[in-house]
């Protein structure tokens, strides 16, 4: 798109009350049948005039019709039991009731390919659908049947580029893969994770997308992002094999966080997703804050693939501070691009 600055989201937003219970990861639905297919084509509506309003550029479905980002992708596979789940730690940091692969893993039918439609057809501004990077759905599930993260990443890759086609013959302008696994297990990076995320990508005619993070900010993020020291050098290490590789857009989080800002100069050639809005705290940033956090990257990155974001999804906060922190959001790009224009 041709507007300086392109503002967008990580990808979700808090449920309303009706749908699921706010401020809490993996909700159950508080609706069923065909009256929650209506609840979240409602939900949908209204995560996209938020985003409008708040003049939000490349518009989202704030995930409205999924329970978390990973395991409602995992759920919908063959070769899965998520009837029967298992406990087990993820990013080896929090334990997490998870699917267990029980078998070979395929799709038997497009996952959110009918949501994608609707989004589109919802809203005239461009559309990014996010799906899980394959590193982490590995890392989201028991696995009982291949015994090697690297293939079972491959098979999860292979059924995400037949996912991601059909997203983008649906309309979809910028397919993200949520990759957070990437700041944890830095070698399996560099010598599967990269080329099983090129593998999703592949063939793609819209914008791809990867986004790394720190997390959402609950309590198990935020102690080990404690743990981390006074300068968050994880990047260092991925940001090179993402420059070489065919993904278009990076994210990072830069607002409050401890990644050390010239970091970024490591992307060249790459559109990058700067995190101007920090998800781990209620304060809403000021307009002049996230214009501020935004102005530090121009000189590692050239403003022109600088696309204005949030660190990680909002789901975790309440709606009023999501909905504060989105006008926040357009608020600061609109000072900057006022500045650029002179
Ligand atoms: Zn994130």
């Known amino acids: 798109m041709s507007v300086l600055l392109p503002t967008t989201i990580s990808g979700s937003l808090p449920k309303p009350s009706w749908l699921a219970p706010p401020e809490q990861l993996w909700a159950p639905w508080l609706l069923e049948g065909q009256a929650l297919i209506d609840g979240k084509q409602d939900a949908v509506r209204l995560a996209l005039r ?3 309003e708040a003049g939000i550029d490349i518009v989202t479905d704030g995930e409205q019709t999924r329970q978390h980002f990973v395991t409602t992708f995992i759920d919908a596979l063959e070769g899965v039991d998520f009837a029967h789940r298992a406990t087990v730690k993820i990013r080896q940091r929090y334990e997490a009731s998870v699917p267990r692969v029980v078998g070979p893993v395929s799709r038997p039918r497009p996952v959110y390919v009918d949501d994608a439609r609707f989004l589109v057809g919802e809203t005239t501004r461009p559309v990014k659908y996010q799906l ?4 982490t759905m590995a890392d989201t ?3 009982e049947h291949y015994g090697d993260r690297a293939a079972l990443a491959m098979a999860f890759a292979e059924i995400l580029n037949d996912e991601a086609r059909e997203l983008a013959a649906a309309g979809v302008s910028v397919i993200q893969f949520d990759e957070p696994a990437f700041n944890v297990y830095m070698d399996d ?6 080329a099983a995320l090129e593998r999703a990508a592949e063939g793609l005619e819209c914008k791809t997308a990867v986004h790394i993070c720190y997390g959402y900010g609950i309590e198990a993020n935020i102690s080990w992002k404690g743990g981390l020291g006074s300068e968050w050098r994880q990047y260092e290490e991925t940001f090179p094999v993402l420059a070489a590789s065919s993904i278009d857009q990076v994210s990072i989080e ?6 050390p800002v010239e970091l970024l100069g490591l992307l060249q050639g790459k559109d990058v997703m700067v995190g101007a809005i920090d998800v781990a705290t209620n304060a809403v940033e000021t307009p002049e804050e996230v214009a501020a956090t935004l102005e530090q990257v121009f000189p590692h990155v050239p403003v022109e693939h600088v696309v204005p974001c949030t660190n990680c999804g909002l789901v975790p906060l309440s709606r009023d501070v999501a909905r504060a922190k989105l006008r926040a959001l357009g608020a ?11």
Do not use: C, F, Y
């Open 141 to 143: 599930l028991a696995d």
């Open 254 to 259: 830069v607002a409050n966080s401890h990644v």
């Open 332 to 342: 600061g790009v609109a000072l900057v691009r006022g500045e650029l224009a002179g």
């Open 132 to 135: 899980p990077g394959p590193m």
């Open 50 to 52: 938020e985003q409008e």
């Open 189 to 194: 990076v560099k010598t599967w994770g990269i």
